[in-house]
């Protein structure tokens, strides 16, 4: 699928690790990486960019970090004003300080926005670079549990904040350890602009080589959080508050894979990679198949009054996709809580590929009909693997009928030094009244995938039945089939003779009359020898039915009769004209008698008639006279009415009602 988005890179000097937007202004895009803590002269960095144009990316400010800690792993913007940001981060300390008992990890920094002139100003832009006069350190703090390990390895893997709103007094943050002897998840009171361990809201320890290999976190109501992290195997869900002094609850099992079976050719199971908040009944879980055999989209949904979550939707990523890398989600809302929404949600992959999904739901439970529906396929992004991927935040215009066109940005970073922003258009979504929007979409809603099948169901049907129905007529019209269309009125005379040309048989080839300066030669040499095989193989016969045969008169055919037959409308129109010599015309005469036997025979015309000519007939004798002919052998469907024309009936009604009703019974 062609990419919808206009695409912005710039290249960097240092491996980029993290990315976020500004909550409020989707024109700055946070980044951070470096070479870490070592000698090969890549610095440790944070960038803003300049993202307000949809095909440039600008440093605005670059700040740089202490080439003797750790190069930056995690990022988030905390709180957004209109002369600054504050942002938090994940740097560790340098390995001295580890080895002493010190990390402080989580860092917080203020980035002032310089003075613009003019949006479109390269200048301008140009000339707000700086080194470090725009930031400044905020704080920095140790919150893990200290490691007791030998060798002291322990880094903030994961930084997640809850989603900002107008009021961000009650945002929580969470983040999570990497390579520790014994995971550990932490949120902490995000509304400080130097957190410390007086701040902390929960601490949950996972146990012994067990870490988070992501969370996310979502506000209720009156300022409770949901949490939810996954390991490899399982997914749980914890309730904090972001009041200090109210206690949280202890994780809950949601979700979890099982072992394969104890016959299972292979023991190794899928692993959770990512998971992300929807609303707080559903998740959303990026799942790796083992053996880079591939990579699921799941919808974890969670009853209100249950203790499990239900697995209510699976997308398969497209076969080049081994395994994924990096998950996104961004919230398109409506104008009212009571309308739904769509979801955009983003998936990297390993061979540097992006896909975009959208998720149409309600806002509230239940949530019938759930569908991913593939929005766009972004394929090598980025030169190396992908690192980060993060939506911006939408915030619909309080006017949209008079707002500009709305976008919907998603930035991706690699180890390649790369930053790339692309910029989806959003479309209006006209609900009840076209005047009115009631909301922005990426992807306009379709049918639901039930719809959708019995919509496919029923088109499949009527092209069924309309192809049985021309085949049907079509085979009447040739004979082939009863008749039970009545197609063969359909068609004039001149169309039917086209058309209904009966299938060509050794019988019927022999009731075709001769004409005048045509004859046929018997087949003579091997086609003669080829031809004798044949009928004896189709005909084989032995000395007693041979000697029956040549004892029992042969009874005349109609067919032969036929043969015989010459009337004017079989002659040329020169012969036709002239009157028949003989004085004793012939007519042939089927009689059917009480044994269900038919008789042919010649009769003289000047003799009475005793029956009806066939064309004098309604269609009901009709039928019945030619499935006595039929099961009598003196005719066949594929010879056609034709004929029958001229022929007299007679016999007795009884016999041939007689003979159609046994045909019916078997």
């Known amino acids: 699928m062609a990419s919808p988005a206009a695409t912005a890179k710039i290249t960097l000097t240092y491996p980029i690790y993290a990315a976020d937007f500004d909550p409020h202004n989707s024109s700055y895009l946070l980044v951070g990486g470096g070479g870490g803590e070592s000698r090969s002269g890549v610095g440790n960095k944070i960038t803003l960019l300049d993202a ?77 670079v700086s080194r470090g006069e725009e930031t400044q350190a905020l704080g920095r703090v140790s919150l893990f549990t200290p490691s007791t390990a030998v060798k002291k390895e322990t880094y903030q893997r994961v930084l997640r904040l809850s989603r900002s709103a107008s009021d961000e007094s009650s945002r929580l943050g969470a983040i999570a350890t990497g390579l520790a002897p014994e995971g550990e998840v932490v949120i902490f009171d995000a509304a400080k602009t130097d957190p410390g361990q007086g701040d902390v809201r929960g601490r949950i320890q996972l146990g012994r080589g067990v870490e988070a290999g992501d969370l996310d976190i979502i506000h209720v109501k009156d300022g409770e959080h949901h949490v939810a992290y996954c390991t490899d195997y399982e997914v749980y869900i914890t309730k904090i508050h972001s009041s200090k002094g109210v206690p949280s609850s202890d994780p809950q099992f949601v979700q979890g894979i099982p072992h394969p079976d104890t016959f299972a050719s292979t023991k190794a199971r899928p692993k959770f990679r990512s998971l992300r908040f929807l609303n707080p009944q559903l998740l959303v879980l990026l799942q790796n198949q083992p053996d880079r055999k591939g990579a699921e989209l799941l919808v974890l949904e969670i009853p209100k009054f249950s203790p499990l979550g239900n697995i209510t939707l699976r997308k398969s990523l497209h076969k080049a996709i081994k395994s994924a890398t990096a998950l996104s989600v961004a919230l398109l809302p409506a104008s009212r809580s009571i309308e739904p929404v769509q979801h955009a949600i983003a998936v990297a992959g390993q061979d540097n590929s992006i896909t975009v999904f959208t998720l149409d739901h309600p806002s509230a439970p239940p949530f019938p009909s759930l569908a991913f529906r593939r929005y766009a396929f972004l394929p090598s992004v980025h030169p190396h693997q992908i690192t980060s991927l993060t939506f911006s935040t939408f915030h619909p215009p309080a006017d949209a009928l008079k707002s500009p066109p709305q976008y919907l940005k998603l930035a991706s970073t690699s180890v390649a030094s790369t930053v790339v922003v692309h910029t989806f258009p959003l479309t209006p979504f006209h609900t009840s009244k076209p005047s009115s929007i009631s909301r922005y979409v990426l992807r306009l809603p379709g049918r639901s995938e039930a719809a959708q099948v019995a919509f496919s169901v029923l088109i499949s049907a009527i092209a069924i039945a309309l192809g049985a129905f021309f085949l049907q007529a079509f085979t009447e019209i040739r004979g082939g089939t009863p008749e039970y269309l009545g197609a063969k009125g359909w068609l004039s005379e001149r169309v039917h003779g086209y058309i209904a040309r009966p299938y060509m048989f050794e019988d019927v080839v022999s009731a075709v009359p001769t004409l005048p300066g045509v004859s046929f030669e018997p087949a003579t040499g091997l086609a003669q020898t080829a031809t004798e095989e044949l009928k004896a193989e189709a005909h084989p016969s032995t000395p007693a039915s041979e000697a029956a045969s040549s004892s029992t008169p042969k009874r005349p055919r ?61 269609e009901s004798e009709k039928e019945r006279w030619k499935k006595l002919l039929v099961k009598a052998e003196h005719w066949a469907v594929e010879e056609g009415e034709a004929v029958l024309k001229g022929i007299l009936f007679s016999g007795w009604a009884g016999a041939v009602g007689e003979v159609v009703g046994g045909l019916v019974g078997e």
Do not use: C
């Not at 044994?595 to 010649?602: F, G, H, K």
């Open 52 to 128: 307000f144009r949809k095909q440039n990316l600008d440093e605005i400010v670059d700040v740089d970090l202490s080439r003797e800690e750790d190069s930056v792993t995690s990022l988030a913007v905390a709180q957004s004003r209109d002369q600054s940001i504050i942002a938090f981060a994940g740097i560790n300390s340098s390995e001295a300080d580890q080895n002493a008992g010190k990390n402080e990890h989580l860092r917080s920094f203020r980035l002032r926005y310089p003075p613009r002139g003019g949006k479109d100003s390269d200048s301008d832009v140009a000339n707000t």
């Open 558 to 618: 109609l067919r032969d009769l036929v043969s015989q037959q010459t009337t004017p409308a079989d002659l040329p129109p020169s012969d036709a004209e002239q009157p028949p010599t003989s004085p004793n015309r012939k007519r042939i005469v089927v009689s059917a008698s009480d044994d269900q036997s038919v008789a042919v025979d010649l009769q003289d015309e000047s003799q009475p008639n005793q029956g009806k000519n066939w064309e004098e007939m309604e």
